[in-house]
Each structure stands twice: as structure tokens, then as C-alpha cells.
Antibody, heavy 120, light 110 residues
Framework: EVQLVESGGDLVQPGGSLRLSCSVS????????MHWVRQAPGKGLEFVSA????????YYADSVKGRFTISRDNSKNTLSLQMSTLRPEDTAVYYC?????????????WGQGTLVTVSS | QSVLTQPPSVSAAPGQTVTISCSGS????????VSWYQQLPGTAPKLLIY???KRPSGIPDRFSGSKSGTSATLGITGLQTGDEADYYC???????????FGGGTKLTVL
């Protein structure tokens, strides 16, 4: 069974930092690109970041570029998102998502999400 | 402001058919595959349609997708109360070098 389990969400002050992790199982992690997608309370889905299966390329939404860093450890089946200089508008549920592959950007497996709250 | 444009809401009676539109541009829908996602209240999104018109295993054929130019459409036939959810279209934007979603459409089954 495919599983993606996010962790690391927390309440953090504006300007602070946080690291999200996603532990995956049930599939060959090294052959899939991965994404982070977020959803602010009561709002729609927003692409945050993506990384290729081998980590060779990374992609970011303009809203997080320069503040967030996506990475993966293929030896530990783990995806990470390092977030810094956090703003109140970064408050959201963050989903770890598998890309079905083949350059289709079809997100076929989603974690349950982890809540990040940025507030003083 | 979402990159892709969807109607905020649609509604129809049980058993009826509904369509949800998704409008983009040459750099996103015009150049890349479109996916559709269903998000039931309080749950994570689920992939409904990928590569414009393909259904993952387990998705009933009541759900269909199509794409023409810079627009895509999700169709749902034989509406059920359990179909009440938020629906999102998604694709890649080659100019932005980033993923893109529509703002979401809330489906109400009256």
C-alpha cells in the first residue's frame, strides 16, 4: 500500500523557520518525482514546489522562491521542505504528493497533510 | 489569483449531468496534460482524471475529461449525493516552470 506521511507542521512566528518531512512507503521512491502542494484555510490548492526523481531539478512557486528549499533523500525514502522567513500567508495544510510520472504532472497519491500556522 | 480559471460553483439534481470548465493559456493547458482532482470535505484531494481523459483504477466511468486548445472540461454523469465535493483542474505551466491549479469548483447535488 502506498503511504505518504507528512510531519513537522507547527505554530511558528513570522520570520521563523520550519522543516517539513514526508516519509513514503509502498512504492519505489527513486522512480517518482514529488511535489509539495498547500491549501490555506478555506482556500484552493496551490503548487509550492517539485523535485525530479533523482533530485537533479527543483521547481518553486514564485511566492516561495528564495525562502523554501525542497530536497529528497532517496536512501531514506524521505522528502523534505525547508521553509524560512515564514509569513502569515504561508499558513496552510501542506501536502506531500507523488507525481505519477512521464512528465504529466499528474498527482496520484497524496498524504494526509500537515498544518503550518504562521502567527505571532 | 489562480493560473487556471474555473467556475466557483455548479449544481445539479441527482441523476443529472454536470460539466466543469477549466480555462488556461498556451503556456499551460495549451502545452501540457490536464488532471482533475476531487476533494471531499475534510479529506486530501484525490486524482480523478489524468492525461486529459484517463481514469485511474477505481474511478467510475461516470467521470470523464476532455481538452481542447487552452481549455479542459470535467464531466460527471448520473450525479450522486456522494459526488458533492470541490473539484480542481491542474497542469504544468511551461512559462512559469511550476505547477498550476484552478481555483476550484464546488459541486452541489441538490
Amino acid at each position: 500500500e502506498v503511504q505518504l506521511v507528512e510531519s513537522g507542521g507547527d505554530l511558528v512566528q513570522p520570520g521563523g523557520s520550519l522543516r517539513l518531512s514526508c516519509s513514503v512507503s509502498g512504492f519505489t521512491f527513486t522512480t517518482y518525482g514529488m511535489h509539495w502542494v498547500r491549501q490555506a484555510p478555506g482556500k484552493g490548492l496551490e503548487f509550492v514546489s517539485a523535485i525530479r526523481d533523482d533530485g537533479s531539478s527543483t521547481y518553486y512557486a514564485d511566492s516561495v522562491k528564495g525562502r523554501f528549499t525542497i530536497s529528497r533523500d532517496n536512501s531514506k525514502n524521505t522528502l523534505s521542505l525547508q521553509m524560512s522567513t515564514l509569513r502569515p500567508e504561508d499558513t496552510a495544510v501542506y501536502y506531500c504528493v507523488r507525481d505519477r510520472g512521464g512528465g504529466t504532472n499528474s498527482l496520484d497519491c497524496w498524504g494526509q497533510g500537515t498544518l503550518v500556522t504562521v502567527s505571532s | 489569483q489562480s493560473v487556471l480559471t474555473q467556475p466557483p460553483s455548479v449544481s445539479a439534481a441527482p441523476g443529472q449531468t454536470v460539466t466543469i470548465s477549466c480555462s488556461g493559456s498556451n503556456s499551460n493547458i495549451g502545452k501540457n496534460y490536464v488532471s482533475w482532482y476531487q476533494q471531499l470535505p475534510g479529506t486530501a484531494p484525490k486524482l480523478l482524471i489524468y492525461e486529459n481523459n484517463k481514469r485511474p483504477s477505481g474511478i467510475p466511468d461516470r467521470f470523464s475529461g476532455s481538452k481542447s486548445g487552452t481549455s479542459a472540461t470535467l464531466g460527471i454523469t448520473g450525479l450522486q449525493t456522494g459526488d458533492e465535493a470541490d473539484y480542481y483542474c491542474g497542469t504544468w505551466d511551461s512559462s512559469l516552470g511550476a505547477g498550476a491549479f484552478g481555483g476550484g469548483t464546488k459541486l452541489t447535488v441538490l
